[in-house]
């Protein structure tokens, strides 16, 4: 095969930097009391951060991820890029938009219902079409690399769980006053959520994960994908299959949980694949980006394995919730925090020093980050993140504002490193002289015609 | 007029498979003035070395990036006014480096190669074997001028990549 190689996507840092914003918004809010043990789930001020969280932060971060890695996967280059600005744009003002909107509720303010069929146009028009550009590339290229396959199931349910959500929003907001459809929506919420978090979040993660890993690990490459595929296609099906029976509870309810074994199983293959892809490894000592997501591996693997139990034996509120809070923070977010610690300075590494490189000495890719301090963040970042799931168990709502305020710091503080990376403060100033050009700092310029480009 | 026998191995490479057998077998079948049409996704210049050597005369068009039409025709030569490939451009010497650099993570396999090309006269070839597909890579050799081939071994495990020195902006890296 004779590949053209991968150039840069153009707004992945973009993608980044609106994810972290995000991330950074939502815990302040439940560092500043917006949340808490005590406060129900589905209220009105626990949903700004609920989506603050999924749509801002994890989506736009794997968004942004694929939009450099479905090119790697697959070897095809983007097919349209301006595609790319315009589905960032539209997820911002569109969950601008709905956190607007769900503010506008909790207030009983009569302008919620507009704003919230205005949030749920953007923001489906902007996940479908960004998500359309990435399948249809994935899908040409899915003889490419087994991971394709992962991702699209991802970015399936990535635009089933939209379609759900903007059904939510018009009926949340009154648009729509259907009786059969408002009995629906109330008791599709888990569905909708479990096909964001376990649909969409996991499967892209777990895709993108299995081309990164092996290739900074020096293992061979994970061989299960079809299996992990095949078990995950017959999950999703069964959670739409309980999606779709909520005037049957029993069934629904039979269906739920054997959808949760069934990803239990691709979670299981997906760990034992991860630990031989780690215990074969020809490079000795990690780096920091594999060792920091160690501890999100285990909480992907305490969190599933709690589920289930807790799923099949019908606990509280509470049991849940701290479940998921491992999910989202511990798996989902620390890897995602942990691999980007090395994706930031990677892609920033390429766009400054590639042109330069061979010609003149360029500082390490190391020599980006400061791992030492960002390993010591990363670890309090899920310290906090187990202490605030405890203190949820244990409904403690002062443990879990101190623990929120702890994991909002060493967010913030990941972030100062994320962008000391990205600007090259590390870096020697010597290496940086003509014809050298700092890359800009929220996108990567295009390197056609870019200064480094003929580095003469 | 030569009888043309078509062979489209476009798929096969596409797919990460290895047509050479099945080109060789082809070449083998022919009748005595036949020759072959070969739809690639890239140009097989070894491969085409090696026809030489067996008295084909060639004429590659580039369709596409990844689309190349190679006419072998046994005996004459070549249609010298075919701008695509002139036939002496199509033949790369043997390396004159070899890498491996199976053991190395991403990017330095990227860093050595780079590196080593800057060193090299225009026109030699360095070998390499890396664990990954390079592909930031590709697009820095794009960049440069520099014409290169791949692809995995039959294990899939090991990338194999051939590389000739071009640079495109020789001129100016010289200052």
């Given at each position: 095969m004779m590949p053209m190689g991968t150039n840069l996507s153009r707004w992945t840092m973009s993608y980044f930097g609106a994810a972290l914003f995000f991330l950074l918004l939502a815990e302040c809010f439940l560092s500043a009391?917006?949340?808490?043990?005590?406060?129900?789930?589905?209220?009105p001020r626990a949903l700004i951060i609920v989506h603050s969280l999924t749509i801002g932060w994890l989506g736009m971060l794997m968004i942004g991820a694929l939009l450099q890695f479905a090119p790697v996967l697959t070897g095809l280059n983007l097919p349209a890029s301006h595609f790319d600005v315009l589905g960032l744009i539209g997820l911002v003002v569109g969950l601008g938009l709905l956190l607007f909107g769900f503010y506008l509720i909790d207030k009983g303010s009569n302008a919620a219902g507009p704003v919230m069929g205005a949030a749920a146009l953007v923001l489906f028009l902007s996940i479908l079409s960004v998500s359309m550009v990435l399948a249809s590339l994935l899908w040409r290229g899915r003889?490419?690399?087994?991971?394709s396959g992962l991702v699209l199931i991802g970015i399936g349910c990535l635009a089933i769980t939209a379609a759900f959500g903007a059904l939510f929003a018009v009926t949340l907001s009154g648009i729509i006053e259907i009786p059969s459809v408002v009995q629906f929506v109330s008791s599709a919420v888990p569905y909708h959520a479990s096909l964001g978090l376990a649909g969409w979040t996991t499967f892209a993660a777990i895709g993108v994960s299995y081309k990164l890993l092996p290739m900074f690990l020096l293992s061979h490459d994970m061989k299960k994908a079809p299996f992990l595929a095949r078990t995950g296609s017959i999950g999703i099906a069964l959670l739409g299959t309980a999606a779709f029976s909520p005037f049957w509870p029993e069934a629904a309810n039979l269906f739920f949980l054997a959808a949760s074994l069934m990803f239990g199983l691709t979670i299981v293959a997906y760990l034992n694949e991860l630990y031989l892809a780690y215990r074969g490894r020809r490079r000795k000592s990690l780096e920091l980006n594999t060792s920091g997501s160690l501890p999100a591996f285990a909480l992907l693997a305490i969190s599933v394995a709690l589920l289930v139990p807790a799923i099949a034996l019908g606990a509280g509120t509470h049991v849940i919730s701290a479940i998921v809070y491992l999910f989202v923070f511990g798996w989902l977010s620390g890897l995602g925090l942990a691999q980007l610690l090395k994706i930031v300075p990677f892609l920033t590494w390429i766009e400054a020093f590639g042109p330069l490189l061979g010609r003149r000495p360029t500082p390490r890719l190391?020599?980006?980050?400061n791992s030492r301090r960002s390993a010591v963040w990363l670890g309090a970042f899920y310290v906090a993140v187990v202490a605030a799931a405890s203190a949820i168990v244990l409904e403690s709502d002062l443990g879990f504002r101190a623990a929120a305020i702890l994991q909002t710091m060493s967010t913030a503080a990941l972030l100062w490193e994320l962008a000391l990376a990205r600007s090259l403060a590390?870096?020697?100033?010597?290496?940086?002289?003509?014809p050298f050009q700092q890359p800009a700092f929220f996108f990567a310029a295009n390197k056609k015609g870019h200064a480094n480009g003929s580095a003469s | 007029m030569v009888q043309l026998r078509e062979l489209d191995v476009r798929q096969i490479l596409r797919n990460g498979g290895m047509p050479f057998q099945l080109i060789m077998d082809t070449f083998s079948s022919l009748e005595p003035g036949e020759g072959v049409r070969l739809h690639a996704i890239f140009q097989p210049v070894p491969l085409i070395r090696q026809l030489e050597q067996r008295g084909f005369s060639h004429v590659a068009r580039r369709l596409a990036d990844d689309d190349w039409e190679i006419d072998f025709v046994p005996g004459d030569a070549p249609?010298?006014?075919?701008?695509?490939?002139p036939a002496s451009e199509a033949i790369w010497p043997d390396p004159t480096w070899n890498l491996?650099?199976?053991?190395?993570?991403?990017?330095e396999p990227m860093e050595r190669i780079l590196s080593r090309l800057e060193t090299m006269a225009s026109g030699e070839v360095l070998f390499a074997l890396l664990n990954r597909e390079p592909v930031f890579l590709f697009s820095e050799l794009k960049a440069r001028g520099h014409e290169w081939i791949g692809d995995f071994d039959g294990d899939g495990k090991v990338y194999r990549i051939m590389i000739r020195?071009?640079?495109?902006?020789a001129a100016d890296a010289s200052n």
């Open positions: 009391g917006g949340w808490s043990p005590s406060v129900d789930v589905a209220e003889n490419a690399h087994p991971a190391g020599d980006l980050v590390n870096v020697d100033p010597d290496t940086k002289r003509d | 249609n010298p006014t075919d701008p695509a490939a491996d650099l199976t053991d190395l993570a991403p990017p020195a071009t640079p495109g902006d």
